[in-house]
């Protein structure tokens, strides 16, 4: 059995049938399969905006009022009963043999915890010609036609982040690692979690707290070529404000996960020194010469938040 997952939060329902469209014709055969759509405080719910007649067999909306994309992740994790779990987001359209691809490394890779493929973009609108100069993916990844595996650390012992790690887009888990990530999250000493998309946050790095804690837990972390899914970008996530807004949510969020799995290569900083750094980091960035160097500049500033927001 697969569990496919979708947490969704206030989604836009041309978007989201493409996705249960993707979806509905996939190889697998339909009773080896559910789909969980976990509505996430959207106003109005899901299930008064979207009718899930023509959705894959097995098909529930469950509502998840605790507002946040790791809170949804969590919620999917307990209502489904599969051996693998596959992450879905509300604009993803997987290949017609995604999830028949995904059983099968699983039969070939007993050892892989955590793996994921090829994310490959579809623009609402032609990208402004600066964007490609960011080098920002918006959950977008082609590593190539080979397969690749990273092994977990010897003891258990993280000294950083696979580069190659599957991004929270399609991921593949199984049952255990996502047993394993939520029992983690409750030994946690004082309880974190990173704070993942949450309403209006840009934030990041629930997918990569997955990945570590699977590594750390002895499992090994892969890339699937054969994995192909398209993400489904709108115009509004190439603006200037939005890409600048998610270089320092998520440039501060990753400072934060890297600190957590005690991994972090930037020391924590007095809080009180930020305006400066800031202020020196603008020119340094030369932040006044064009969108890209503004938008690296803002990043800067994200990272400088993250490290004075780390404990002593």
Wanted: aromatic residues 8%.
């Amino acid at each position: 059995m697969i569990s496919v997952v979708i947490p969704t939060h206030q989604p836009d329902p041309a978007v989201l049938r493409r996705t249960l469209s993707g979806l509905r014709q996939q190889s697998h055969p339909a009773a080896d399969w559910e789909l969980v759509v976990i509505d996430n405080a959207s106003t109005p719910p899901v299930s008064e905006t979207f009718n899930p007649v023509r959705s894959p067999a097995a098909t529930r909306i469950i509502r998840e009022d605790v507002l946040g994309l790791t809170a949804a992740r969590l919620r999917g994790f307990r209502e489904t009963s599969g051996d693998l779990i596959i992450l879905v987001d509300d604009d993803n359209v997987l290949a017609p043999d995604y999830l028949a691809t995904a059983a099968r490394f699983a039969a070939v890779h007993p050892e892989v915890g955590v793996w994921g493929g090829r994310s490959l973009p579809e623009y609402a609108t032609t990208p402004p010609r600066w964007f490609a100069a960011l080098g920002i993916s918006l959950g977008c990844r082609d590593l190539g036609d080979s397969v690749l595996i990273e092994p977990p650390p010897t003891g258990g012992k993280l000294t950083g982040y696979p580069a190659m790690s599957p991004i929270g887009a399609g991921m593949v888990l199984r049952r255990a690692v996502a047993d394993e990530y939520r029992a983690a999250l409750t030994e946690r000493a004082d309880g974190a979690a990173i704070t993942d998309r949450r309403g209006g946050s840009l934030s990041s790095g629930g997918d990569c707290d997955i990945v570590l804690t699977a590594l750390g837990r002895g499992w090994a972390v892969a890339y699937d070529p054969a994995l192909r899914l398209e993400h489904l970008i709108p115009a509004a996530r190439l603006s200037f404000r939005y890409l600048s807004r998610m270089a320092y949510d998520s440039n501060k969020s990753w400072v934060q996960l890297l600190a957590l799995h005690g991994i972090s290569p930037w020391p924590r900083i007095d809080p009180r020194t930020v305006p400066l750094r800031q202020a020196r980091a603008f020119f340094r960035l030369q932040a006044w010469r064009g969108r890209p160097a503004y938008i690296r500049w803002r990043g800067a500033c994200g990272t400088f938040a993250g490290q004075a927001s780390l404990k002593p």
